[in-house]
């Protein structure tokens, strides 16, 4: 059976995040964003003073524990049991996250994570990253693979974080989104790359409302 779940992937900064949450908040279905427990577990590593070694971070990561919790509103990541949304955010998790994600067992763990999550969600959820659609679920019912230009990706991050989106930070941003690009598609494990059969949507040029609106009516074809 194909899995009721709606797969958003696509580089950095290309706006998987806010648009899978107004999508789930619209279709009602629960909105379960990987790329948190990849930063969830960086922050608990980096705090903890745990080497990027793949069984001692996921041994971290079930001591903890590392999780999302699901709420109605949408996902709350915890770090043994305090709210770390604003921790993993950091310069600090962004600068370190790309090198703990190649690690085929932290891969392992969270793609265990989401399959459970979702299996507790049988009424269907959103789910965003770089390998929804090719690796975690690879049977989604729909799949989206969200790109934007550079620059448009870097003013949207630096109007995110509340910062002033000058020429000289875009240029600054759009190095740091370029080098994790870099890494995220070139790593050996589940590389960032479009699955065959996933709709690719450039929002470089789309409002907001329209890019939510695009995947909306698709999954709810998708799903009737
Ligand atoms: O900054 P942005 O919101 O675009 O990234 P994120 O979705 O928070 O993901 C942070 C990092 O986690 C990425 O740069 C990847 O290295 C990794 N990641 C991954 O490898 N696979 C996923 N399914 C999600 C995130």
């Avoid at 079930?62 to 990541?77: M, Q």
């Amino acid at each position: 059976m194909t899995s009721r779940v709606i797969a958003i992937d696509g580089p950095a900064g290309s706006g998987k995040s806010t648009t899978a949450s107004a999508v789930a908040a619209l279709l009602g279905l629960p909105h379960v964003e990987s790329g948190a427990l990849y930063r969830a577990l960086t922050l608990a590593a980096l705090d903890a003073g745990t080497a990027f070694v793949g069984q001692r971070l996921v041994a971290l990561a079930h001591s903890l524990p590392v999780r999302l919790d699901l709420t109605d509103a949408g996902f709350r990541p915890e770090v043994a049991g305090t709210d770390v949304s604003e921790p993993i955010r950091s310069e600090r998790v962004t600068a370190r996250v790309s090198e703990l994600s190649a690690i085929a067992e932290v891969r392992e763990w969270v793609n265990e994570e989401l399959r459970a999550a979702v299996e507790r969600h049988p009424r269907g959820a959103v789910l965003d990253g770089r390998d929804i659609g090719t690796v975690v679920f690879p049977d989604a019912a729909l799949k989206i693979f969200l790109v934007a230009r550079p620059e448009e990706r870097a003013r949207r991050r630096l109007l995110q974080d509340g910062r002033e989106a000058t020429p000289e930070a875009i240029e600054h941003e759009v190095a740091e989104l370029e080098r994790r690009d870099h890494l995220d598609s070139t790593r050996a494990v589940a590389p960032l790359t479009q699955a065959a059969d996933a709709v690719p949507l450039d929002t470089s040029d789309l409002t907001f409302e329209d890019q939510v609106e695009a995947i909306v009516s698709r999954a709810r074809k998708a799903f009737s």
